[in-house]
């Protein structure tokens, strides 16, 4: 019944800017946080950003702050993640996930998408 879906990824040079999308079915975004997470390949996921709105919360990881921004369209039951001055150590898949008691990028996530690929390369 619940489903995440992303959209947006793709190939952008450094310095570029991308966003991805986060739609969600089954649920209530605004009762949930949702969170984005990105695996590069041969390493661990990684926590990029979460959004509560409850809390009014925008934490976003070292390696992104000031460069990646979280925000919520509850209406349209979809979260973005907008991504500006890539580097290449950005790519990898970027997932969605959402959580109804998660407060951090390191708790347990119930419900995740099938992720999107980004790419930051010449």
């Known amino acids: 019944q619940v489903k995440l879906v992303e959209s947006g990824g793709g190939l952008v040079q450094p310095g570029g800017s991308l966003g991805l999308s986060c739609e969600i079915i089954g649920i209530t975004p605004a009762q949930y946080t949702i969170a984005w997470f990105r695996q590069a390949p041969g390493k661990e996921r990684e926590g990029v950003s979460y959004s509560s709105a409850r809390i009014h919360t925008a934490y976003y990881t070292d390696s992104v702050k000031g460069r990646f921004t979280i925000s919520r369209d509850s209406d349209e039951d979809m979260v973005y993640l907008q991504m500006n001055n890539l580097k290449p150590e950005d790519t990898g898949v970027y997932y969605c996930?959402?959580?109804?008691?998660?407060?951090?990028?390191?708790?347990?996530?119930?419900?995740w998408g099938q992720g999107t690929q980004v790419t930051v390369s010449t």
């Open positions: 996930a959402a959580d109804v008691r998660a407060t951090s990028l390191w708790d347990e996530y119930d419900y």
